[in-house]
């Protein structure tokens, strides 16, 4: 495949470089933009810079554009300026380690400056013992926020992952009647154990739960699932979805959203993530639709 450009997040994790060398030797790519944290500048440096080498040795010409992930609105200032300049564009967009919200904004852009995209998604060999502490504020997603029926009370739709953290602190700052539990198939990265046995066990103390599993590590990343289980939910709750899971998953419920303006797109940020051993090398990579 040809593209105009490939997009990616520089991250501390090693298959942020692997991903984008797996991708240039199996596609044609102009351009290349390079986005990284102010925050984590330094801990992302060394993947940056082998970015910057293996974009040289494949003659792609790059930018590496700076952003901080704690400000949403200089975030989405910065991304939108930068996808402006690739309206109409062929992108091959690389989520591999990209934060859910940006994800979104990205996502967001592409849409609204007509480019073309094709979505990649690599996995990694393990996960280290811990991937983020200290859960913030949740916050919602700018022009994706829902639409509310004063009428209707507060769901959440939550795919799970390795976090509990982060959706015990959706529920108590949401309060809502119900929580959806959207939980990923299968045993990999010990799923049963760190993922669906903790989340049964400890969100059911906050409020009523209703869960179901799907796999977000599909073409369409679990979309077509979401959509059915989902799609009578709409008009009876005020829904607040956010992944936590697969990546994957944050392209389904970013599809999901545009099926259903009334659903809100939430991110729940970290202050702290375990930069030193977060995952370990690079096992697939998949396509998504």
């Not at 904004?105 to 990694?124: A, E, G, M, R, T």
């Not at 959440?156 to 015990?168: H, N, P």
């Not at 959706?170 to 993922?195: C, M, R, S, V, W």
Request: hydrophobic fraction near 35%.
């Amino acid at each position: 495949m040809n593209y105009d450009y490939y997009i990616t997040v520089s991250s501390w994790e090693e298959r942020s470089f692997l991903s984008a060398k797996q991708t240039c030797s199996e596609h044609s790519i102009k351009n290349a933009l390079i986005f990284y944290t102010k925050e984590y500048e330094e801990n992302t440096e060394e993947n940056t810079n082998k970015l910057i080498s293996l974009f040289d040795d494949c003659k792609i010409l790059y930018k590496k554009v700076i952003f901080s992930n704690l400000n949403q609105l200089t975030s989405w200032k910065v991304l939108d300026k930068e996808i402006s300049t690739v309206k109409n564009s062929t992108v091959l967009f690389d989520i591999s380690t990209m934060p859910r919200d940006v994800i979104w904004y990205f996502l967001h852009f592409f849409n609204q400056y007509n480019c073309d995209v094709s979505i990649i998604y690599s996995k990694p060999t393990y996960y280290g013992g811990w991937l983020s502490k200290d859960a913030g504020k949740p916050r919602l997603i700018y022009n994706h926020s829902g639409i509310t029926n004063l009428d209707n009370p507060t769901a959440l739709l939550i795919v799970t992952g390795f976090d509990l953290e982060r959706a015990s602190q959706l529920i108590q700052y949401f309060e809502p009647k119900i929580t959806f539990l959207a939980l990923q198939k299968g045993e990999q990265f010990d799923n049963h154990k760190k993922n669906i046995e903790i989340h049964l066990e400890n969100i059911r103390t906050y409020c009523e739960v209703d869960h179901f599993f799907f796999d977000s590590f599909t073409k369409d990343g679990g979309y077509e699932e979401l959509r059915n289980r989902m799609s009578t939910e709409v008009g009876q709750y005020n829904i607040v979805s956010s992944s936590l899971g697969p990546k994957p998953s944050t392209v389904a419920l970013y599809k999901l959203q545009k099926d259903y303006p009334q659903i809100a797109l939430c991110y729940v940020p970290s202050s702290q993530y375990n930069v030193i051993n977060y995952s370990n090398g690079l096992s697939s990579t998949l396509d998504i639709a």
